[in-house]
């Protein structure tokens, strides 16, 4: 790992910590780590807690790239963020996410992804505010939010780019349930060992059928959608 984020191993549970000491911003080196961070879940056989760091759990991606006009750059950061969601969506082991924060565009990518995600009470904003910006969402996100997401909130979280305080969040979709933000990391390793006692064979077959039409749909929009032309259309459409 970098600085960037840490990985520590107990027991069974893996937990992996974003903090840049600013907004946990998904640029490439960040996306990186956190796919390291993966494979050596992977390699552990563990099941994951991925946390952010206090009142910010990820901010997106890093808007700098996008301004600094560098397309390969561009389209590196968002080939490396929209496969990052895709592994948690489809991960063998079970993956807890402990929002601590706010969790904006693509950060709350993983939140649509996980398997369980707990987030922390505060004045802290969760959702997909893409179109609010001059960003077209992606068609991979808008596969991430449909299969996750409570019918009622979809457009409102996709379209309108509704962004919701953590209980509300609750209802919407993108959280599980809320706990004060002392208890955060208790909650999390508490779910995460729960989980831990599944049977990781029949977890990992049973994710993978019950999200087959989600991860077929995500990965075929990956492929057809995260090329130069097209990230630079979802731009233009602004």
């Given amino acids: 790992m970098t600085e960037l984020a840490t990985y520590a191993l107990e027991g069974r549970i893996a937990t992996v910590a974003l903090d840049d000491g600013k907004a946990n911003a998904l640029s490439i080196a960040m996306l990186r780590t956190l796919h390291e961070a993966l494979d050596q879940a992977e390699r552990d056989e563990a099941v994951v807690v991925l946390k952010g760091r206090e009142g910010r759990f990820s901010a997106g991606f890093d808007l700098g790239v996008f301004a600094s006009g560098d397309e390969r750059q561009a389209l590196e950061m968002v080939r490396l963020g929209a496969t990052l969601a895709e592994r948690v969506l489809a991960f063998p082991t079970p993956v807890v996410v402990a929002c601590s924060g706010h969790a904006i565009a693509a950060g709350s990518f993983f939140l649509l992804a996980a398997d369980a995600r707990i987030g922390a009470e505060g004045p802290f904003r969760i959702g997909l505010n893409e179109v609010q910006i001059g960003i077209t969402v992606p068609a991979w996100a808008i596969e991430l939010a449909r299969q996750r ?78 090329t130069v032309d097209r990230l630079l259309a979802a731009q233009a459409s602004g």
């Fill in 149 to 226: 997401l409570a019918p009622a909130h979809f457009d409102r979280a996709v379209v309108s780019a509704t962004l919701y305080e953590p209980r509300a969040a609750v209802a919407a979709g993108f959280l599980d349930q809320v706990v004060a933000p002392a208890e955060l990391d208790a909650a999390a390793h508490e779910t995460a060992a729960t989980l831990a006692q599944l049977s990781p064979a029949a977890h990992a077959a049973t994710k993978l059928r019950a999200r087959a039409e989600a991860l077929s749909a995500v990965r075929e929009a990956i492929a057809a959608e995260v």
